[in-house]
């Protein structure tokens, strides 16, 4: 490795903020970096001895999922999935896509969704596929900025134990440290995660052959973006728990008298539990990016194109309504499909296949957001005359509409304030200087309308397309 590369990490990804804390330069061997948690509430890499001597020639920047120098997803997928899968620009290589729920067990109804992000690690386990499964689960071990971390990834060895970890996490973690115990304890793995740190597993595979023998499978969310810890303490505030207090968070409570989106956020601090509706908390319309790591606005991935398996939400008509949850599901790994199909003949699953478009339309806000308006973000980035990570979109400030334009701009304004703000408020001891702050902002961004035309051009391509059907059938 040489001399420079940590440095060069430092001056173009940590330097200009599109660290998102994942922890793979810290989990090569002998590297110079390690983990902790900035002012905001995020992991960031930190250079941990500048006079160390360094024993690995692997690169950090080469694993790095934000570095210009490491290999993008269509890289990584082809290397892994292209002789089995067919290929789509908007979700990677894909063998099948499904949306479905784990019938059997208490799988759905103590997960977020559908019940198959532990059903699988639960199945992989039990078939003897693996012989440990890394989730993200509670702890109160160790402590940051005064309060404590409240999750990290953790080496499961038991059925019991991977329950623990069911549920989504909207919270910042790191895999150094689990990536350290993989090495030390010989054994077949399956490890959870969120894109950017699927896509980190693999580069770090590359560069190491202990984890690359060791890591058999990867499953992989459908990601939003990542929140900063200041987002669980901003809820937890909210809901009468003073923010460095909080011990415990469950953001995704199920109201299975509702829709699927219509979950409540639960909080906890020395035996007193508030549950609260989310959508009465300020700062949870994900489309605003309260508290959101800037790497994320500079991500391409909404399918963890580099995992064995993706899922997430099913945000379809006909799911959506059933408040118990249900998947969306995009499969690339052969061994993973074949447990699926068989226990979904012994009546233990409920899956409908899908077509990969209507996969597509299920994630259809993030993709617009990642996939065709990071071009115009870029581009902001890049009048600034400052580094920007090389991505497989190209920049360009053009957005045909100006309502657009001002939206994008907006929602970086509200991802950045919302950072400045909370901190003010901390200091402040005062949660109405975040909210105050951020209310205008965020009424702004609400208010945004496009042209008649822009607003209608959905319902005029679908009245477009039924007549066509009509006419021509």
């Not at 939206?407 to 400045?420: A, F, G, I, N, P």
């Amino acid at each position: 490795m040489s001399k420079n590369q940590p440095k060069e990490l430092y001056e173009t990804v940590i330097k200009n903020g599109y660290c998102v804390g994942c922890g793979a330069c810290a989990a090569l061997e002998g590297s110079p970096f390690k983990m902790g948690m900035n002012k905001l509430g995020q992991y960031e890499a930190e250079i941990n001895d500048n006079s160390i001597i360094v024993k690995s020639s692997s690169s950090v920047e080469e694993v790095c999922p934000f570095s210009s120098k490491s290999l993008t997803e269509d890289e990584l997928g082809k290397n892994l999935f292209e002789t089995s899968c067919e290929y789509d620009s908007k979700v990677g290589y894909y063998q099948k896509s499904y949306a479905g729920y784990v019938k059997e067990g208490s799988f759905r109804e103590k997960g977020s969704s559908g019940g198959f992000g532990t059903w699988v690690l639960h199945e992989l386990l039990n078939s003897g596929k693996v012989d440990y499964v890394v989730n993200v689960q509670p702890s109160l071990q160790g402590v940051n900025n005064s309060a404590p971390q409240l999750f990290t990834y953790t080496v499961c060895r038991s059925i019991e134990e991977i329950q623990i970890g069911s549920k989504s996490r909207y919270y910042p973690v790191e895999l150094s440290e689990v990536m350290n115990q993989i090495r030390s304890q010989p054994g077949k793995y399956a490890v959870i995660g969120l894109p950017c740190f699927v896509k980190s597993r693999r580069l770090l595979q590359r560069k190491d052959a202990v984890l690359s023998e060791r890591i058999k499978f990867c499953i992989g969310l459908v990601c939003g973006h990542l929140k900063s810890a200041r987002y669980a303490q901003s809820l937890a505030w909210q809901s009468g728990i003073e923010p460095l207090k909080l011990e415990s968070i469950d953001f995704r409570v199920k109201s299975p008298s509702e829709a699927a989106n219509r979950y409540s956020t639960s909080v906890v601090a020395n035996n007193n539990k508030k549950v609260v509706p989310t959508h009465q908390l300020f700062g949870t319309d994900w489309g605003m990016g309260a508290f959101k790591y800037k790497a994320c606005d500079f991500c391409d991935d909404v399918f963890a194109e580099t995992a064995d398996l993706v899922l997430g939400d099913a945000w379809l008509p006909q799911y959506v309504q059933d408040g118990e949850g249900t998947n969306i599901l995009i499969l690339r790994n052969q061994e993973i499909h074949q447990l699926m199909i068989n226990a979904k003949n012994q009546g233990r699953l409920m899956l409908d296949e899908l077509s990969i478009k209507q996969a597509i339309t299920s994630q259809d806000a993030g993709l617009r957001h990642r996939k065709i308006a990071l071009s115009y973000r870029w581009s902001v980035e890049q009048q600034k005359k400052v580094w920007v990570p090389s991505k497989r979109v190209k920049p360009n400030s053009i957005i045909r509409s100006s309502y657009e334009r001002k939206r994008q701009d907006l929602r970086m304004k509200l991802r950045e304030l919302s950072h400045s703000s909370f901190q003010r408020a901390l200091d402040a001891n005062d949660l109405n200087v975040y909210i105050d702050s951020m209310t205008p902002v965020y009424r702004e961004y609400k208010s945004i309308k496009g042209s008649y035309w822009e607003r209608g051009h959905g319902f005029f391509k679908r009245v477009i397309s039924f007549l066509r059907r009509k006419l021509f059938k």
